[in-house]
């Protein structure tokens, strides 16, 4: 493996560590209207696993998960390789997420479908950069599965996770592997393999330990 080869490796797997702090994070703040419980995989410890996604529920998620991002973008910045080596990969990323917590932050009971819609909207306007146009994106997948849902179920979750890498892969002109395209196209692969009718969010988000 040539030296830009490991970079591009070590890249991914950097994303990868981060989009599973993310999630974790996340999960710490997720609302109290859950149907049951699971173990954290993590730590042990006993937390909800929703089975019902609402815009409330879903804005907890974003918040905090660009929580984590803002935290860590640093260490993105010191592996951004791709495509030009100019280090400020988290640092895009970071800026496109917050334009999108920004854009929903005075929501209030909401339906998942104008969170979506306004996350998607807020994103787009405040896009950095290629990570950040694919970041946009990622989530603008959620908006268009979630149109017209006041709530939806994990299988829909995993719906807009799926129609989000396709939305993302088609907004790069040569999508090239081993880059936060293919973490996010392998972690809902996995997410659609193992999701069942009655599954919790938890369950999903797992697929990120």
Known sequence: MNNYSYELALLSRRTYLLQKD???????????KTTRNTRDLF???IMNNPTVIDGSLFKTLITNGTIALR?????INELNVFPVP???????????????VKAISDLENESIDNVA???????LMGARGNSGVILSQLFSGFAKVFKDQETIDIPTFVEGLLQGVKQAYGAVINPVEGTILTVAREAADKAE?????????????????
């Open 22 to 32: 993310m999630m974790y994070d996340t999960m710490w703040y997720v609302n109290k």
């Open 117 to 123: 819609k306004a996350l998607s909207r807020g994103l």
């Open 86 to 100: 100019d280090g400020d990969t988290g640092s895009n990323m970071q800026s496109t997420m917050m334009s999108g």
């Open 193 to 209: 393999s193992i999701v069942k009718p009655d599954s919790g969010l938890y369950d999903i988000l797992k697929v990120y330990r």
């Open 43 to 45: 730590g042990g410890r």
């Open 71 to 75: 935290n860590d973008h640093q260490g």
